[in-house]
Structures are given as C-alpha cells and as structure tokens.
C-alpha cells in the first residue's frame, strides 16, 4: 500500500522554495504519474476506495493550482518589452 499521497511531491516542491524558471519547469515524477493513473483508472471503474478518492481529488486540485502558477511564472520569465 502506498502511504505516500501523490499530491506530496508538489508540497515539497512549493516548500523548498523555488524561481518561475524551476515552476515552468516542474513535472511529476514517473512514480507519481503512475500512481495517479492508478487512481483514475480505479475511479473510473467504480473500484476506488473513500480515501483514494479523496487523494485524487487533493492531486487534482494541486495540478490546477500547479498550472496556474505555471501561467504566472512564464509572465516572470519573459524579457520586459
């Protein structure tokens, strides 16, 4: 059983501090990608637990807030006209 939630890595990614060069940059790892492919798949086959559900939910919050923060970013590395 997998403890760690998959939405994790962003947090530690926020909390580490970062640039918008290295937000632009961000992406899961395979492992993370992996698990969340897991969870849509149980989702969508009826077979997922409460909890799962629930840490789906938070992952795909995270990516929202993620590509918003990417949108932002990129506005802060672009060359001033």
Same mark, same amino acid.
């Given at each position: 059983?997998n403890?760690?939630?998959?939405?994790?890595? %962003?947090?530690?990614f926020? +909390?580490?501090?970062?640039t918008?060069?290295?937000?632009?940059?961000f992406? *899961?790892? $395979?492992? %993370?990608?992996?698990?969340? +492919?897991?969870l849509v798949?149980?989702?969508?086959?009826?077979?997922?637990? *409460?909890? $799962?559900?629930?840490?789906?939910?938070?992952?795909?919050?995270?990516e929202?807030?993620?590509i918003m923060?990417?949108a932002?970013a990129?506005?802060h590395?672009?060359?001033?006209?």
């Amino acid at each position: 059983m997998n403890t760690t939630k998959s939405y994790e890595e %962003v947090i530690d990614f926020i +909390a580490a501090g970062t640039t918008p060069e290295a937000v632009v940059a961000f992406h *899961p790892s $395979d492992s %993370v990608q992996q698990r969340v +492919a897991e969870l849509v798949e149980h989702s969508g086959d009826g077979s997922i637990s *409460p909890e $799962d559900q629930s840490e789906l939910e938070d992952y795909l919050q995270f990516e929202h807030i993620m590509i918003m923060a990417k949108a932002r970013a990129r506005q802060h590395t672009q060359p001033s006209k």
